[in-house]
């Protein structure tokens, strides 16, 4: 397991502005000598963009209950590797969840019933279809896209900050 540091980025950024292209013992005795000025390097890089760096950090999260239409507009996010819940092996007959926008619940009673009654609806059809002997890999199409789900997804620090920058409101 590699140890993110800002030592470790230092060190990447440093090579890259090394002058020094004939040994790699000129370069790591080179490195050992700038340990006071690393955040202030990685900042900078930051600032000035460049960020190729931030390639060699990787973070990998889980995302619990995520929607499946989440699920469509995050996978657009391709330099990402995601590994989801699979709705073709597993029978969600008894485990289904269902997420409920934010803006349903500024909205009147008789709506909220009404978008979890069209839920209900869909888990009962395929519970039946599953009950009928219809494999729960064919019966999942009715389930709808607000069935929670979870989700592995990893990247590299570069494509995290630009995927913030652009999925986060403000």
Not at 67 to 78: E, F, G, N
Not at 109 to 136: A, R, T
Request: overall charge negative; some cysteine; glycine content about 4%.
């Amino acid at each position: 397991s590699e140890h993110y540091s800002d030592e470790y980025l230092s060190r990447l950024v440093r090579i890259t502005y090394s002058e020094k292209l004939n040994g790699k013992q000129d370069v790591a005795s080179q490195l050992l000598d700038y340990k006071k000025q690393d955040s202030n390097l990685i900042s900078n890089c930051v600032k000035f963009n460049h960020t190729s760096i931030l390639e060699h950090v990787n973070y990998t999260f889980m995302i619990e209950g995520a929607s499946r239409s989440l699920l469509a507009q995050i996978t657009r996010h391709r330099l990402f590797s995601f590994t989801s819940g699979s709705q073709h092996y597993i029978d969600y007959s008894k485990i289904g969840d269902f997420e409920t926008p934010i803006e349903l619940l500024n909205q009147p009673i008789e709506v909220q019933e009404k978008y979890q009654e069209s839920l209900n609806v869909s888990m009962s059809y395929y519970k039946e279809l599953i009950n009928q002997g219809v494999d729960h890999s064919v019966a999942r199409q009715v389930l709808p896209n607000a069935m929670r789900n979870n989700l592995i997804m990893s990247g590299n620090l570069r494509e995290w900050c630009h995927f913030l920058n652009l999925r986060l409101c403000g």
